[in-house]
């Protein structure tokens, strides 16, 4: 079955710098990939996501990167603040598998004033 | 718009005991998937209902069931509760059954098993 790797999983940076998390799929039939944002006793939130024919998308200080010959899709944060500071989720669905995302093991990611 | 209401919030069982767990999807969203979150093993996914069929089903044992009803609301089930159930058990609606379309979460139920 589908299986995502997502590295690293833990991540301090300063008030203003980028972070960059990134995920590996393994199954080639993989066709969307959504990136969650969880505070703290909170539900997952999804914060943008991608399908596979479309290399990049952004949203604010958010953007998202797919390279489907390496099945590997990147988030970048620009910017940071120390709101930004929760775990995050890559994921990613087979287009035949209905309602199933894959989800990596989380990055917790932690902005410093 | 309400988002996904999941109730209850929390809940202790103890050993063999079995539990209902229940989730109301944003109004006019369609399909439910559910997910449990432990520390070890991250999210993972249970199954998914659409139009009160279950369309698909992760590896979990058959002690963990579900079903969905005609205003698209969803109940899990699991029974002979162990140990290693105590979790965040999630649920997810989206809009329509198309292939894809993004899944926003309830806020959870913690179940906790003595």
């Known amino acids: 079955g589908e299986n995502v790797e997502q590295h690293p999983s833990t991540l301090s940076v300063q008030e203003g710098d980028s972070a960059v998390i990134k995920c590996t799929y393994s199954?080639?039939?993989?066709?969307?990939f959504p990136w969650y944002k969880q505070e703290l006793g909170k539900r997952p939130q999804l914060i943008i996501d991608i399908r596979s024919n479309v290399g990049e998308k952004k949203d604010q200080r958010i953007a998202v990167t797919l390279n489907k010959t390496a099945k590997h899709f990147s988030l970048h944060i620009t910017e940071t603040q120390p709101e930004d500071s929760a775990v995050y989720f890559c994921a990613a669905s087979i287009g035949t598998s209905y309602g199933k995302l894959t989800f990596g093991q989380g990055t917790i990611l932690t902005v410093h004033p | 718009k309400a988002g996904v209401t999941q109730t209850p919030r929390y809940l202790i069982k103890t050993r063999g005991q079995q539990v209902t767990l229940s989730c109301s999807p944003i109004?006019?969203?369609?399909?439910v998937s559910w997910y449990q979150q432990t520390p070890g093993q991250g999210l993972q996914f249970l199954f998914e209902y659409f139009s009160e069929t279950q369309r698909n089903k992760g590896n979990f044992p058959g002690r963990f069931s579900g079903r969905q009803f005609s205003n698209s609301r969803s109940e899990m089930n699991v029974s002979t509760l162990e140990l290693g159930d105590s979790a965040l058990y999630l649920c997810a609606s989206s809009l329509s059954g198309a292939l894809n379309q993004p899944q926003h979460f309830g806020d959870g139920t913690r179940l906790s098993i003595l």
């Open positions: 109004s006019g969203h369609r399909s």
């Open positions: 199954d080639s039939a993989s066709n969307y």
